[in-house]
């Protein structure tokens, strides 16, 4: 931030995100040994997000094993519905939260593939529903395409998710999904690290 005087401050995202990781800190110690087996045997960037409200926050990010870096970061805030972490955390709502939700945020499309009629999510809610993980194919952002699962605490609530993330170029979307069992596996294993904690 830049005062009238031409000095400048620390603006209020620092903040926001030392106070969100501090809050996090607690169990990420225990969740990023899973996250970083993920990115070990997949070699692609993931990443665990947190809800907060109509929104996704990165709160971890491991990049991957090539080259190529991702233009995320923790701290990035995400919207669910074009996002595969988003699109599982929706799908575990029933259609009249995931109703709530939209309407208190801007749905917009962000790419050609963004997805912004509800009769087409709810469709894409389904499938995701029934096969247990979500697919970004380009939708939130181009040349990219991301396989996500939703995670839950031990009350069952749940509270984000992870993903595993790559540029299209280095797999179609049927390639991607191959990935879906061992994102899954690791959902369910933060998931169980998230319900130890609670006790």
């Known amino acids: 931030h830049q005062d009238a005087d031409r000095t400048y401050h620390l603006g209020p995202r620092p903040g926001r995100l030392v106070n969100l990781v501090e809050r996090e800190d607690e169990y990420l110690e225990h969740v990023i040994p899973h996250l970083l087996a993920l990115r070990d045997e997949t070699g692609q960037t993931v990443h ?3 809800r907060r409200k109509e929104q996704l926050t990165y709160t971890v990010k491991l990049d991957g094993l090539g080259s190529h870096r991702m233009r995320s970061y923790v701290g990035m805030q995400l919207p669910l519905y074009c996002t595969a972490i988003g699109k599982a955390v929706l799908a ?3 259609q009249d939260q995931v109703v709530r939700v939209l ?6 499309r962000l790419t050609a593939r963004t997805v912004v009629t509800r009769p ?8 995701i529903a029934r096969r247990g993980w979500a697919l970004d194919d380009g939708e939130n952002e181009v040349d990219t ?9 031990g009350d069952g609530n749940v509270i984000g998710g992870l993903s595993m993330s790559g540029l299209d170029q280095e797999f179609d979307a049927e390639e991607l999904a191959t990935f879906a069992p061992a994102v899954g596996e690791t959902g369910r294993a933060v998931s169980d690290v998230l319900a130890a904690r609670a006790g």
Do not use: E, H, I, N
């Not at 309407?103 to 917009?108: E, N």
């Open 92 to 94: 575990t709502m029933s």
């Open 120 to 127: 087409q999510l709810f469709d894409q809610l389904d499938v």
């Open 103 to 108: 309407s208190r945020a801007p749905v917009r």
């Open 48 to 50: 665990f997000a947190v």
């Open 145 to 153: 395409r991301c396989v996500g699962v939703a995670v839950a605490r």
